[in-house]
């Protein structure tokens, strides 16, 4: 089974920014669609991202990160990034990458986003 690993997270001051990586154990990224997801403290995990990986593909934003938030891939490194830019508290989660939509035996540990002054 495909595992997802992500890194990038950290503590950010509210305006500031981060780039998040996504990349597979074992594996290359022959999906469809792979998205960015977050969970925050007692809330239910949601999509944040979601991009095609193949030429021309299609992305989505969730409205909540639409203008703020960049997904994109690079196959090359089979990788996909979250750019995150003028970050706010309410962005404050554990974020994943995962299928689009996911698949619940891929879940890797997150990557930490905290968003405070």
């Known amino acids: 089974q495909v595992q997802f690993v992500e890194s990038g997270g950290g503590l950010v001051q509210p305006g500031g920014s981060l780039r998040l990586s996504c990349t597979t154990v074992g594996s290359i990224f022959n999906f469809y669609q792979v998205g960015w997801y977050r969970q925050a403290p007692g809330k239910q995990r949601e999509l944040v991202a979601s991009i095609t990986i193949t030429r021309g593909g299609f992305i989505r934003y969730a409205d909540s990160v639409k203008g703020r938030f960049t997904i994109s891939n690079d196959n090359s490194k089979n990788t996909v990034y979250l750019q995150m830019n003028s970050l706010k508290p309410e962005d404050t989660a554990v974020y994943y990458c995962?299928?689009?939509?996911?698949?619940?035996?891929?879940w890797g540990q997150g990557t930490q986003v905290t968003v405070s002054s």
């Open positions: 995962n299928r689009d939509p996911p698949n619940e035996d891929s």
